[in-house]
C-alpha cells in the first residue's frame, strides 16, 4: 500500500514560511494544503498560488478547526499570541510547531538543502565530463576513421601501381621474347654451318652467345610465369581431384633426365595409402618442379635427392629433401623474394634466375598450401608442400 502522505499547514507566509513551502514542495510524502499570512502579497502567498495550494488572509484559520487529517502545522510567524490561538484549536491528533521547533525545522532544511544543491553541483560536474570525454572519443573515432579511409585509399593506390607495374613488366618482358628467339635461332644457324665454316675461337664464343640466349629466354619465361600468377585469383585456379601418389611420381619421373645428367639419384617415396586432393594439377606439378630442380641444382654429384608424400590424420605433406649447399639461417626468409639468389648458389648455378621461389610460393598461396624450409648450410635442405586436410577428400 501507498505511504499515506502528511498533510502540513503553514502559519505566516513571509520569508521563512516561504523557504519552508519552497523545500517541502519537493518533498515526495509531505502535502502542503494550506498557507495563512494576513498580507495577500507575502512571498510564500504568491508561491502557494502559483503551485495552486489553498491560501487564506483569514486569521481565524477556520480550515485548521480541529481538522484531524492535518499532521502538523508550522507556525512561522513567531508571535506567541498565534501560536496559542492555533494550540487552542488544532485537533489533539495534530502536531503545532513553533519558534523553536522551527528554528531546528529551518536548520534541517537548509543542510538537506545544501546537500541538493552539493549533488547537484557534482551532478552536473560528472554530465559536463561525461559530455567531454563523449565528444573527446567522438573526435578520436572521427580521427580514426578519417585514417581508416586514408589508408584505405593508399592500398587501393599502391594496388593500381603493383597492378601498372605488372602490366608493365608483362609488356616489356613480352616485348623481349621475340628478339631473343631471334638471336637463338642466328646463333643455331651459324652453329650448324649455314653461314659456311667458322673459326673455333668464333664456335667457341658463339656458342657462348647460345648459352646466355637461353639463360635470358628461361628468366624472361619465368618472369611472365610469375607476372601471370600475381593478377590470378583462387577462383581461376584450374581445380580438380588428384591422385597425389601418381602426380608426384610423374613429376619426379619427368625430372629424372636433370637428375642423371648432374649424376644425382632421384628417388620417390609415394604415401603408403592413396592421397586424394583438390588441386590445379598442372600449377602443383610447376611448383614440385621447382623444388626438385633446386634440389639436384644446388648438390653435388653423386648425391641423393628424396622426394616423399606424409599423410597423417590432420596433415599431408610432400617433401623435397637434398643433401646440397644449403641454405644460411639469415637467406630463409628472402630466398622467396623475386631475383633473390645466396652467393653460394650462384657460384654453383650460375645459370639461375631467383624466379622459382617466389614463382613456387605464389602457387602454394593460390591453393591455400604453406612451404616449409628446413635447411643447414653445408649439409643440405628440406622443402615441405603443407597441404591442408581441408584440400584432402579422403581415399
Ligand atoms: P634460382 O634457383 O633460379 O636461383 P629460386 O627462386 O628457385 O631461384 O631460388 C632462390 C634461391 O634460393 C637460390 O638462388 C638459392 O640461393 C636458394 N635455394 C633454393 N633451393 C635451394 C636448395 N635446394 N638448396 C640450396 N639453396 C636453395
Aim: charge should be positive.
Amino acid at each position: 500500500m501507498p505511504r499515506r502522505k502528511d498533510i502540513i499547514a503553514i502559519v505566516g507566509a513571509g520569508k521563512g514560511g516561504r523557504y519552508i513551502l519552497e523545500t517541502l514542495l519537493r518533498m515526495k510524502d509531505i502535502e502542503v494544503r494550506y498557507v495563512y499570512d494576513s498580507d495577500p502579497n507575502a512571498p510564500g502567498m504568491l508561491l502557494a498560488k502559483e503551485n495552486k495550494i489553498f491560501c487564506s488572509t483569514d486569521t481565524t484559520y477556520p480550515e485548521l478547526w480541529g481538522n484531524r487529517k492535518i499532521s502538523i502545522i508550522l507556525e512561522v510567524t513567531g508571535s506567541a499570541a498565534v501560536f496559542r490561538s492555533l494550540g487552542g484549536l488544532k485537533a489533539q491528533s495534530t502536531s503545532l510547531i513553533g519558534a523553536r521547533g522551527n528554528r531546528m525545522v529551518f536548520g534541517m532544511l537548509a543542510s538537506e538543502n545544501q546537500v541538493r544543491r552539493d549533488l547537484e553541483h557534482y551532478k552536473d560536474k560528472l554530465e559536463h565530463l561525461v559530455t567531454q570525454r563523449t565528444s573527446e572519443l567522438e573526435q578520436a573515432n572521427k580521427q580514426l576513421n578519417n585514417r581508416l579511409e586514408e589508408l584505405a585509399q593508399l592500398n587501393r593506390k599502391l594496388e593500381d601501381i603493383s597492378q601498372q607495374k605488372t602490366q608493365y613488366l608483362l609488356r616489356s618482358t613480352h616485348q623481349l621474347k621475340a628478339p631473343f628467339a631471334a638471336i637463338q635461332s642466328y646463333t643455331d644457324l651459324i652453329l650448324r654451318g649455314y653461314t659456311g665454316e667458322i673459326p673455333e675461337k668464333t664456335c667457341d664464343i658463339t656458342n657462348k652467345i647460345k648459352q646466355r640466349c637461353d639463360t635470358l629466354s628461361t628468366a624472361i619465361r619465368e618472369m611472365l610465369h610469375l607476372a601471370n600468377l600475381q593478377v590470378l585469383t583462387a577462383s581461376e585456379l584450374d581445380i580438380e581431384t588428384v591422385d597425389l601418389n601418381a602426380l608426384v611420381n610423374k613429376t619426379v619421373e619427368e625430372t629424372n633426365i636433370l637428375a642423371e645428367s648432374g649424376n644425382i639419384t632421384l628417388t620417390f617415396t609415394p604415401a603408403s595409402t592413396p592421397v586424394k586432393i583438390q588441386c590445379d594439377p598442372a600449377k602443383l606439378t610447376g611448383l614440385l618442379q621447382i623444388l626438385i630442380s633446386n634440389a639436384i641444382d644446388y648438390s653435388p654429384a653423386h648425391s641423393k635427392v628424396v622426394v616423399s608424400i606424409r599423410s597423417t590424420k590432420t596433415r599431408i605433406s610432400i617433401q623435397v629433401k637434398d643433401k646440397g649447399i644449403g641454405i644460411r639461417d639469415d637467406a630463409r626468409e628472402k630466398i622467396f623474394s623475386e631475383f633473390y639468389r645466396t652467393n653460394e648458389a650462384a657460384e654453383k648455378n650460375p645459370n639461375g634466375s631467383g624466379l622459382g621461389l617466389p614463382i613456387a610460393g605464389h602457387i602454394a598461396r593460390l591453393h591455400g598450401f604453406k612451404i616449409n624450409l628446413n635447411s643447414t648450410e653445408g649439409k643440405g635442405s628440406t622443402f615441405s608442400v603443407r597441404i591442408p586436410i581441408k584440400n584432402s577428400k579422403g581415399s
